[in-house]
Every structure is written in structure tokens, then in C-alpha cells.
């Protein structure tokens, strides 16, 4: 299998939650530089500036973190694609996994037994029973 098919579809993020918080970033950085540049003329106003500037860095550093831990933990794993090959002969089966190309009743490789063309007869995805209690109702 490809890694995109193992790994199945990519969560993603909304780009406005990423556009305001580099807003907000923007803002934080102007509110610092905008501190010390009135340092010495208002100290009131430039130390109310320098903590709104640092808690909006702060903020902003906190939610990205918390938006990429998110993401990696929303990354769904795709079960395994299983073909079963029968043949039709003596009835022994051989399961492997899916390859391209792979489709119901197609003859495959020889039987290892009688040397008869073996036909596959199912092809399904091998779901773990945990991920089946989580789903139902």
C-alpha cells in the first residue's frame, strides 16, 4: 500500500482560525515594539502595552501548539485492504494483502498444491473490534 492510503485523508484546519491568530501575533508584536519606543515617556501606558503585548504572544504561541497537537491526534488510520485467493480445485485459500488491480473472481498465481489458476473470491477491509464498540450506538 502507498503512504496515502495508509494514512488515509489529512485533517486540516480552518485558514481563518490560522489567519486571526497570526493577526492577533502581528498585533502582540506591534503592542511590544509600540512599549518600548513610549518607555520613556508614559511608563503607565508602556507597561499596560507590554502586557497586552506579551500575553498576546503568549495566547497566540499557546492556541498554534494546541491546533498542531490536535491535528496529530485527528489523523485516522485506514484498516488494511485483505484479498482472499481460493482455488477452485482443492479448496485451499491463501490471504494476502490487496495490490492493485485486484478485483472479485479474477484468476490469479497457480495453486501451490495442485498447480490449478487460483481465483479471488473476497476482498474486504480488516476492521479491529475496538473501532467497531467506539461506532455503535
Known sequence: MTETQASGP?????????????????????ALIYALSILDQDYEAASIFLIMGFLGVALSTYVL??????????????????????????????????????????????????NEKMLITAIYREVKEKEREKISF
Open 65 to 114: 501548539f494546541q491546533t498542531r497537537r490536535r491535528l496529530s491526534k485527528l489523523k485516522i488510520a485506514v484498516p488494511p485492504v485483505t484479498t482472499t485467493i481460493e482455488c477452485k480445485k482443492c479448496g485451499s485459500k491463501n490471504v494476502r494483502e490487496f495490490q492493485r488491480g485486484d478485483y472479485i473472481f479474477k484468476e490469479g498465481e497457480p495453486c501451490q498444491k495442485c
Open 10 to 30: 489529512t485533517p486540516r484546519i480552518s485558514s481563518s482560525v490560522i489567519i486571526a491568530v497570526f493577526v492577533a501575533l502581528a498585533l502582540s508584536f506591534a
